[in-house]
C-alpha cells in the first residue's frame, strides 16, 4: 500500500526565519506523482506544486522551494524567510491508481504551520 | 476561475437522520472526489465518480453512499447519520488524467449529536 509520512506534526518558527516541511513517502508504482497542497485557516485546500517520479530537479517558486529526492523517498519543501500569511497545514499526497481515469490521492497526516510575528 | 462550491459550511445534525452534502464544480471536470478530515489522520477518501452515473467506493465508504446525476454535481449522502461521522468533510474534483491536481470545495464542518 502506498504510504506519505509528514512526520512534523506542528511546527512554529518567527517570522522571517526559513523552515522545512518533510515528506517521505513508501509505493512500489514506478511512476507517480507527488504533490503539497496548503489548507489556510479559510479551510480550502490550494494546490501548490505537482513532481513527477522521473522529474527530480528542485523547483523554486518565489520563497517557495521543493526538494525531490527518489533515494530516500522524500520530497520536502521549504519555505524561505517565512510570513505570518504561510501559516496553515500543509499536505503532502501522492497519486496512484483508480478506476477509469481518476488518480486517488494519498494524504499525509498533514503539518500545522505556525508563524509568528 | 476555478470553483468547487459546497452547499453548507457548517452542519449540525441528529443521530438517525439523513444528510445530504452537495458539491459542485464550475469547471467541467471529468473527475469528483469526497474526503472526510480528521485530526492526525489527513484526507481519507470516502467515494469518488469518474463520469456521470459512475461512482466507486474509496478507502472509509462505510456509512455512505454518493450520487452523481450531473457532470457538475457530486452529493454525499449519510443514510442514518452517527457521532462518528462529525467530521469536515471536503470535495473535490480533477480533470481526466494521471496527473492532474484536484481542486477543492471549502469544506462542511458536520456535527453529528
Known amino acids: 500500500a502506498q504510504k506519505v509520512t509528514q512526520a512534523q506534526t506542528e511546527i512554529s518558527v518567527v517570522e522571517k526565519e526559513d523552515v522545512t516541511l518533510d515528506c517521505v513517502y513508501e509505493t512500489r508504482d514506478t511512476t507517480y506523482y507527488l504533490f503539497w497542497y496548503k489548507q489556510p485557516p479559510s479551510g480550502e485546500l490550494v494546490f501548490l506544486i505537482r513532481?513527477?517520479?522521473?522529474?527530480?530537479q528542485n523547483e523554486i517558486s518565489g520563497r517557495y522551494s521543493w526538494n525531490f529526492q527518489k533515494s530516500t523517498s522524500s520530497f520536502n519543501f521549504t519555505i524561505t524567510a517565512s510570513q505570518v500569511v504561510d501559516s496553515a497545514v500543509y499536505f503532502c499526497a501522492l497519486s496512484e491508481a483508480l478506476s477509469g481515469s481518476a488518480r486517488q490521492l494519498t494524504f499525509g497526516s498533514g503539518t500545522q504551520l505556525t508563524v509568528l510575528p | 476561475d476555478v470553483k468547487v462550491t459546497q452547499s453548507s459550511r457548517y452542519l449540525v445534525k441528529r443521530t438517525g437522520e439523513k444528510v445530504f452534502l452537495e458539491c459542485v464544480q464550475d469547471?467541467?471536470?471529468?473527475?469528483m472526489f469526497w474526503y472526510r478530515q480528521d485530526p492526525g489522520l489527513g484526507l481519507r477518501l470516502i467515494y469518488f465518480?469518474?463520469?456521470?452515473?459512475?461512482?466507486e467506493k474509496g478507502d472509509i465508504p462505510e456509512g455512505y453512499s454518493v450520487s452523481r446525476e450531473k457532470k457538475e454535481r457530486f452529493s454525499l449522502i449519510l443514510e442514518s447519520a452517527s457521532t462518528n461521522q462529525t467530521s469536515m468533510y471536503l470535495c473535490a474534483s480533477s480533470l481526466r488524467g494521471a496527473f492532474r491536481e484536484q481542486y477543492f470545495g471549502p469544506g462542511t464542518r458536520l456535527t453529528v449529536t
Open positions: 513532481r513527477n517520479s522521473f522529474d527530480e
Open positions: 465518480s469518474y463520469d456521470v452515473k459512475m461512482k
Open positions: 469547471m467541467d471536470h471529468e473527475n
